[in-house]
């Protein structure tokens, strides 16, 4: 009797024994499963790193810390500022039409005191210079500088006196020598002197000009206004002519069907 009940001891102990394992075993298994899913959780709202793209290069830390270029000097800044001024642009414009390079370019015939010297030059002066044939300076806007710059050998133009009783067409002449440096703008007694010009890098330009011949009858700005007032109406040869659309400018661009139908005036009676 006592036999049984010992081995029933041992038995009860042995299952308690078991027992208080396997609630161990079991204990440690939920804290590992909830170690483990608190980690991938984690990891989930971690943000992910970013993929380098194949081939696309990082920032390279060398050309980050390279100088930037250096920026122009004023005087390459000024002229940039100049060229893009209004009266540049609409030199381009005017030239992109003037296919045919002829010109009118306006001078006083009259005598007219500036800073104390006679600007006067009609076209019985340029017949009266060496072999017919003169320097055209004293322009001092900047789009009539880009007309003459624009300027090329043999090209005709009317020669146009302005600022006068009468003023209108008298003669033809011919450029004989492009564009370059107006010596006027340098020389400090003259009344187109220019103390912002500099010798190394010259504002304004100047063409030579030798005379062809005078026109066979004195062709009228009120005349050619006349013509021009109709040409707007009708679309006829001089209904955009520059001489009133831009009405100061001394020097213009002419089509080849403007400069022709004022040839073909010569040969009429004034209107």
């Known amino acids: 009797m006592q036999s049984r009940r010992g081995r029933a001891s041992l038995l009860e102990a042995f299952w308690r024994s078991a027992w208080r394992c396997l609630s161990k075993v079991l204990e440690d298994k939920s804290c590992f499963l909830h170690v483990r899913l608190s980690s991938a959780s984690c990891r989930a709202n971690m943000p992910r790193p970013r993929k380098r793209l194949t081939g696309a290069p990082g920032p390279d830390r060398k050309g980050l810390s390279e100088k930037r270029p250096k920026t122009e000097n004023s005087e390459n800044t000024s002229a940039k500022l100049e060229n893009a001024s209004p009266q540049k642009t609409s030199t381009s414009k005017n030239c992109g039409k003037n296919l045919s ?5 306006k001078s006083e015939p009259e005598s007219r005191l500036e800073k104390g010297v006679d600007v006067k030059f ?150």
């Open 101 to 105: 390079n002829y010109w009118l370019m």
């Open 122 to 271: 009609s076209i019985e002066d340029l017949k009266a210079q060496p072999k017919q044939t003169a320097c055209w300076d004293g322009v001092r806007n900047y789009q009539a500088r880009n007309f003459l710059r624009a300027m090329k050998l043999e090209e005709e133009a009317f020669f146009y006196h302005s600022n006068c009783k009468q003023p209108g067409i008298v003669g033809l002449m011919k450029i004989v020598k492009e564009a370059y440096p107006d010596h006027t703008q340098f020389e400090k007694n003259n009344p187109h002197y220019d103390p912002s010009s500099k010798e190394d890098n010259p504002k304004w330009s100047m063409v030579d000009v030798q005379f062809v011949r005078m026109m066979k009858r004195f062709i009228s700005l009120d005349e050619l206004k006349t013509y021009h007032q109709a040409h707007k109406a009708t679309g006829g040869p001089l209904k955009n002519m520059t001489l009133f659309t831009r009405q100061r400018l001394s020097v213009q661009p002419l089509t080849q069907e403007e400069f022709d139908f004022i040839l073909t005036l010569e040969e009429t009676e004034p209107s």
